[in-house]
């Protein structure tokens, strides 16, 4: 059995007569081996063939990036489970679906724009936002590449989602960071600029309610022979301004003046918890800044001032 001019394996055939054979018969036997030979290239092909298929799709199946196709029409002709995953549902729930209806409606356009540059013949990668069932919007990167038959038909394009929420996630950050820090400068430049106590306390307010969104803030500085809080400087949303001067007993916060005396941040999810019963009484108490976060401010190595947190109102 000879394929493509290889001995592939023989056709044997036997007789007990003499001279069985005519050379017709030999001829027909040579025949029928190489069809034989041809059919079990093909079989095996077929089997090598098939178990690629199973191989490729295993993994298709079986990667963390989401893998979709889609025809000329742009209706889904494969989704694989990853991809399921990042918009919900199951991949049989999408097949015959717009690929449009993967995405937010602010987000089509750039599937438009996409499909184009596939007709074109070009293959890129670009990010995109997914829409999950339940609303949440998947930032992904994109590898898209077209796909035409053998006449050089366009019949669609093949696309790869890589999620990249982590990246997004840790730019946003990033610039979290570098706007805080920029705000940082801002507030040492403007403290260093103060010429009084008071002036420091209000300008570094500005600042810190720019840095941590906040409904009201203060500092509060302690006069420990008097027993007493002396506020340097308030601001509220409610439009009460704290007035500076605004003195107030240290009876009853001792446990957190000696934590600040530490060092220590202190969080009070309710304030009005802490307060003394005389304030908790004032009409003009902002109900809105009820969790506190307390941080000690230090002078000369002594916890001398305190505090940008909600303050108690002014005296009237």
């Not at 990853?82 to 409606?105: F, H, K, T, Y």
């Not at 035409?148 to 790869?160: C, E, H, I, N």
């Not at 969104?213 to 601001?235: Q, S, Y």
């Not at 439009?239 to 000696?258: C, D, M, N, P, T």
């Amino acid at each position: 059995m000879v394929v493509e001019g290889r001995v592939v394996g023989l056709l044997e055939v036997q007789s007990y007569r003499r001279a069985a054979y005519t050379p017709e018969d030999v001829a027909l036997l040579q025949t029928v081996a190489h069809q034989i030979g041809l059919a079990i290239q093909n079989a095996r092909l077929f089997q090598e063939t098939r178990a690629l298929a199973a191989f490729n799709a295993d993994v298709v199946n079986s990667v963390s990036e989401g893998i979709i196709m889609a025809d000329a029409a742009g209706r889904l002709t494969f989704m694989n489970p990853a991809a399921a995953a990042m918009v919900g549902g199951q991949p049989q729930d999408w097949i015959g679906r717009s690929q449009e209806d993967l995405v937010p409606p602010d987000q089509r356009a750039v599937i438009r724009a996409a499909d184009r540059r596939r007709r074109k013949g070009r293959s890129d990668r670009y990010e995109l936002e997914l829409l999950r069932r339940d609303g949440q919007r998947v930032p992904v990167q994109v590898s898209g590449v077209p796909r035409f038959d053998q006449t050089g038909r366009f019949v669609g394009s093949l696309a790869v989602f890589t999620d990249i929420s982590e990246r997004k996630r840790a730019e946003e950050a990033l610039r979290r960071y570098a706007e805080r820090l920029q705000a940082l400068r801002a507030l040492d430049a403007a403290i260093l600029a103060a010429r009084s106590p008071e002036e420091v306390a209000h300008v570094a307010l500005e600042h810190v309610r720019r840095l941590v969104p906040c409904n009201g803030a203060a500092v509060v500085t302690f006069n420990r022979a008097a027993r007493e809080g002396i506020v340097l400087a308030g601001i509220a949303d409610s439009g009460i301004q704290i007035g500076a001067g605004f003195r107030f007993s240290l009876v009853g916060v001792e446990k957190e003046i000696e934590a600040s005396q530490r060092g220590e941040v202190l969080f009070v999810p309710d304030i009005q918890a802490l307060l003394p019963l005389r304030w908790q009484r004032r009409p003009s108490w902002p109900q809105a800044c009820a969790p506190t976060w307390r941080c000690p401010c230090w002078q000369a190595g002594n916890c001398g001032a305190g505090w940008p947190s909600p303050p108690p109102p002014r005296a009237r």
